[in-house]
């Protein structure tokens, strides 16, 4: 019998459009979107299915509509493949995502969380204002040699390895005076390929400070219960059980780097075989496949 696990995407997923279509089809996903409209003072299926694009990418708007449609994602799977969420025994979430699967796990309603990830978009993009500063892809280098990609940059600014996707796939966070110099001294260490990504700053860095202190009061004030399955932290790649060290994780994940190829590790050695993306975009499949080329997962889009 399949041992099923659900991913939910992180920002960068969104995509103009999304949810437009079950928002037409499904009562309880036009009941997500008005109760977002209500929680955010803001028409959140307005930006998600007209934009503009800019509009959407603001990762204080990005946050909560990536984390909206991805719920409305998984209400179409409830209703097509009920069996399937009903068996589904763990979950992850990449950075952001770890909220939405925080939220199917029932550790937090719908409410909480989408108050959670605005506070935290807001605190991120506020962070990121006061520091100029981005995210780059490197692609075709292995841990050591990103170590030594810091420390060569080490002398013209702050650099650090921010999302661990998979075997070759590392985003490095850092200020902009540092990643001037990550394409030169990248492609020195024989990288394949560096990407610039359109972020608004280093996210999962030292540089995110302080909105992780603003994220810690927000879920001071915030109730969470013991999830009724394992969600995989992004921190340590571990499920956590106990809400001080849920909040814990998800506080320290602002600054930390996101071990994403790791705990998509320990979840294949603890017996996931089969996996379902719920949400935007399909990065996640993607990156699983680098990962295990023969674990399936299969991708229940935010139509």
């Given at each position: 019998?399949?041992?099923?696990?659900?991913?939910?995407?992180g920002?960068g997923?969104?995509?103009?459009?999304m949810?437009?279509?079950?928002?037409q089809?499904?009562?309880?996903?036009?009941?997500?979107?008005?109760?977002?409209?209500?929680?955010?003072?803001?028409?959140?299926r307005?930006?998600?299915?007209e934009?503009?694009?800019?509009?959407l990418?603001?990762?204080?708007v990005?946050?909560?509509?990536?984390?909206?449609?991805s719920?409305?994602?998984l209400?179409?799977?409830?209703?097509?493949?009920?069996?399937?969420?009903?068996?589904?025994?763990?979950?992850?979430?990449l950075?952001?995502?770890?909220y939405?699967?925080?939220?199917?796990?029932?550790?937090?309603?719908?409410?909480?969380?989408?108050?959670?990830?605005?506070?935290?978009?807001?605190a991120?993009?506020?962070?990121?204002?006061?520091t100029?500063?981005g995210?780059?892809?490197?692609?075709?280098?292995?841990?050591e040699?990103?170590?030594?990609?810091?420390?060569?940059?080490?002398?013209?600014?702050?650099?650090?390895?921010a999302?661990l996707?998979?075997?070759?796939?590392?985003?490095?966070?850092?200020?902009?005076?540092?990643?001037?110099h990550?394409p030169?001294?990248?492609?020195?260490?024989?990288?394949?390929?560096?990407v610039?990504?359109?972020?608004?700053?280093?996210f999962?860095?030292e540089l995110?400070?302080?909105a992780?202190?603003?994220?810690?009061?927000?879920?001071?004030?915030?109730?969470?219960?013991?999830?009724?399955l394992?969600?995989?932290?992004?921190?340590d790649?571990?499920?956590?059980f106990?809400?001080?060290?849920?909040?814990?994780a998800?506080v320290?994940?602002?600054?930390?780097g996101?071990?994403?190829?790791?705990s998509?590790?320990?979840?294949l050695?603890?017996?996931?075989d089969?996996?379902?993306?719920?949400?935007?975009g399909?990065v996640?499949?993607?990156?699983?496949?680098?990962?295990?080329?023969?674990?399936?997962?299969?991708?229940?889009p935010?139509?």
């Amino acid at each position: 019998m399949a041992k099923i696990a659900f991913l939910f995407p992180g920002q960068g997923a969104q995509q103009v459009g999304m949810g437009r279509a079950l928002d037409q089809e499904l009562p309880s996903v036009r009941a997500l979107f008005d109760r977002a409209r209500e929680i955010l003072g803001f028409d959140l299926r307005e930006v998600c299915f007209e934009g503009p694009a800019e509009a959407l990418e603001a990762t204080d708007v990005s946050q909560p509509a990536i984390f909206t449609a991805s719920l409305a994602a998984l209400e179409s799977l409830k209703q097509t493949q009920p069996d399937v969420v009903a068996a589904c025994a763990g979950a992850a979430g990449l950075s952001l995502g770890e909220y939405t699967a925080l939220v199917f796990a029932g550790a937090m309603d719908f409410e909480s969380g989408l108050k959670l990830v605005r506070k935290r978009g807001e605190a991120m993009q506020a962070a990121a204002v006061a520091t100029p500063s981005g995210m780059t892809s490197v692609l075709g280098l292995e841990l050591e040699k990103i170590d030594a990609l810091c420390a060569r940059i080490a002398p013209h600014g702050r650099l650090w390895k921010a999302n661990l996707l998979g075997p070759g796939n590392v985003v490095v966070s850092g200020d902009s005076a540092a990643l001037e110099h990550v394409p030169a001294i990248a492609a020195e260490l024989g990288a394949m390929k560096v990407v610039p990504l359109a972020v608004a700053g280093a996210f999962h860095s030292e540089l995110m400070k302080p909105a992780d202190r603003e994220l810690e009061a927000a879920l001071a004030a915030t109730a969470i219960a013991r999830p009724r399955l394992p969600v995989y932290a992004n921190v340590d790649t571990q499920p956590h059980f106990e809400p001080a060290e849920i909040k814990a994780a998800l506080v320290s994940q602002v600054i930390s780097g996101v071990r994403w190829e790791e705990s998509m590790r320990k979840m294949l050695q603890d017996g996931f075989d089969t996996f379902y993306e719920i949400g935007p975009g399909r990065v996640l499949t993607g990156l699983l496949k680098r990962i295990d080329r023969k674990t399936p997962c299969s991708s229940i889009p935010a139509r």
